[in-house]
């Protein structure tokens, strides 16, 4: 799913939802970039499609922080 974030509570809730359905393997796209959640590492993963690069996030509020900041650099 191809989508564009705007805002904060949106955010939030798709990142809780990753953690409760944290049993079913979720892939959110987002302007080149693939969101999960690793149930066995216990964190939200953002892998940049263009570069390779995997950065991890232990929680809501970093992650979503990174997804604004992305968004930001994309406008």
Not at 48 to 59: I, R
Request: net charge negative; glycine share 2%; with cysteine.
């Amino acid at each position: 799913m191809d989508m564009t974030l705007c805002k904060n509570d949106e955010t939030k809730k798709m990142l809780e939802n990753l953690i409760f359905y944290k049993d079913v393997q979720i892939t959110h796209t987002i302007n080149g970039y693939i969101l999960t959640y690793s149930k066995d590492l216990k964190c939200f993963q953002i892998l940049c499609n263009k570069t390779g690069e995997l950065t991890q996030y232990a929680d809501i509020e970093s992650c979503e922080s990174a997804l604004s900041k992305i968004q930001e650099t994309l406008k």
